[in-house]
């Protein structure tokens, strides 16, 4: 009768469950990563905003209300007019002497065009989205 060897080798259980751990514990801070980025971004939409903010104020000063500006109209460069912007920028006047600026997110690097960061005349910032957290 023929002897049989042991041999010692990994089964394939083993090795799935060892691919399955490296893959976990390389997408923590993969989507880390991501999310940090995308904060990033939100403050590049922060700074124009806060710019355009400035901008309505002075537009506002001689004239006593906000009626009639535009993005086009203000003493800043639109910030529309950019190209490979990574945020699309709405000017709101529901009034005379309010306004909201609102930046929503494109598509560009991944973007979800449901993110958005607004500010108001009275400097308050808002988020959705991603960017919930904007304050």
């Known amino acids: 009768m023929a002897q049989k ?5 990994f089964t394939l259980i083993e090795m799935m469950t060892v691919v399955v751990i490296i893959a976990i514990l390389v997408s923590l801070p993969l ?4 999310r940090l980025a995308e904060n990033s971004r939100a403050s590049e939409a922060v ?7 400035q901008s309505l104020l002075r537009y ?11 993005l ?7 910030p529309n007019a950019t190209t490979q912007r990574l945020f699309t920028y ?3 006047i529901p009034t005379a002497t ?4 609102l930046a929503t ?15 108001n005349q009275d400097g308050t910032k808002w988020g959705t989205g991603y960017f919930s957290g904007v304050k």
């Open 5 to 9: 060897t042991k041999v010692n080798a």
């Open 72 to 78: 086009n109209s203000l003493d800043i460069d639109d």
């Open 31 to 34: 989507m880390r990563y991501l």
């Open 47 to 53: 700074t124009n905003l806060s710019a355009v903010r």
């Open 90 to 92: 709405s000017l709101t």
């Open 98 to 101: 309010t306004f909201t600026v």
């Open 60 to 70: 506002y000063s001689p004239k006593q209300n906000f009626t009639g500006a535009t």
């Open 105 to 119: 997110r494109n598509t560009i690097d991944g973007g979800d065009t449901g993110s958005t960061v607004g500010i």
